[in-house]
């Protein structure tokens, strides 16, 4: 299919993309890699009056690392975020779950931003920004603001971002390198979307977990932490048995629907597996960084 008319832009500054976007008054996109717009617009899901190719802008595809964070352009292609040696030493949860997203072809177009911002329910690195307490930073035409994962991701495909808002980069903070991770996912096919993936992150030692993440995607409209189940593991400690229960609360707490690809109890079991194994393996990864 063919999509439908747009005029095109591509801005050699990002103030430039800015007021372009001001003057389509929200009835302009973003194009980023276009591996999730594009086909959007020829299954003519979307109409935008234009598009606003950020490609051109300069300076929006560095990793970097300043006080204590990893600040990613919001271009930079997701590729370069799973070859990068400051994403492998400092996140290596982020290019655990870049593995999972899609295939070589979209991973080397597709950005970090632009999944960020896309907001699919079933997406990987919405979770990872979740787990590992990140924000992005959102330009716009009144300057830059900070947003936080919790308070970006609204519903299905939807973000708190205004229409005029640029997602310029992706501030994470640096994981400790005493800490246990790991990303799970149920799929059809190796690079289809989530029917199910849960992110840990953990902290702590054999004996105490001083800060747990547990955070699902594909059970909701957005990336959900399982903050019940955290708190267990933080109360009770990282033993067999606490494990078994923050597992079946995961399952409990969490409220899929139904659709063509999974049942509800479906994905609710689900949750459950995933959330032990994940757990499982974060524990050894955290007792062999005590040690090592
Ligand atoms: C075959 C296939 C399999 C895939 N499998 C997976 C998968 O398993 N997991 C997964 O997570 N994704 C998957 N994807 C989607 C892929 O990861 C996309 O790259 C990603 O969702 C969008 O990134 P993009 O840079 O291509 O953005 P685009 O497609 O260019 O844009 C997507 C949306 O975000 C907006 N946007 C983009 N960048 C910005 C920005 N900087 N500021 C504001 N708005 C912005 C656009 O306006 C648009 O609405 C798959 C895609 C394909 C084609």
């Known amino acids: 299919m063919k999509p439908p008319k747009f005029a095109y832009h591509a801005p050699a500054a990002l103030g430039e993309a800015i007021q372009l976007l001001e003057r389509y008054r929200g009835n302009a996109r973003v194009l980023a890699g276009g591996q999730s717009l594009i086909p959007m617009l020829n299954f003519r899901l979307l109409a935008p009056e234009a598009l606003v190719d950020l490609r051109r802008v300069p300076g929006l595809a560095d990793i970097r690392v300043s006080q204590g964070r990893v600040c990613i352009g919001a271009m930079t292609r997701q590729r370069a975020a799973e070859n990068s040696q400051v994403v492998a030493q400092h996140l290596p949860l982020m290019q655990e779950a870049l593995g999972w997203v899609g295939h070589l072809p979209t ?61 310029s980069e992706v501030r994470i903070p640096a994981m400790q390198a005493r800490s246990g991770f790991a990303v799970e996912e149920y799929a059809r096919r190796k690079g289809d979307f989530a029917i199910v993936g849960i992110a840990t992150v953990l902290e702590g030692d054999a004996k105490r977990c001083t800060r747990a993440r547990l955070v699902a995607t594909g059970v909701g409209g957005r990336p959900i932490r ?39 109890d479906f994905r609710r079991h689900l949750t459950g597996v995933l959330a032990k194994r994940a757990l499982l393996r974060a524990i050894k990864l955290l007792q062999e960084s005590s040690h090592g």
């Open 107 to 167: 991973r080397s177009r597709g950005t970090i931003g632009g999944s960020i911002a896309h907001a699919d329910p079933s997406a990987e690195l919405p979770m990872v920004l979740l787990a590992l307490d990140g924000a992005v930073v959102a330009t716009g035409p009144s300057g830059e603001r900070v947003v936080a994962a919790d308070d970006l991701f609204d519903s299905l495909f939807t973000t708190t971002l205004a229409t005029t808002e640029v997602l």
């Open 226 to 264: 399982l903050r019940a189940a955290e708190q267990m593991l933080e109360k009770d400690g990282l033993g067999a048995e606490t494990v078994e229960a923050a597992s079946r609360k995961a399952a409990e707490i969490v409220e899929p629907t139904s659709d063509p690809n999974a049942s509800a």
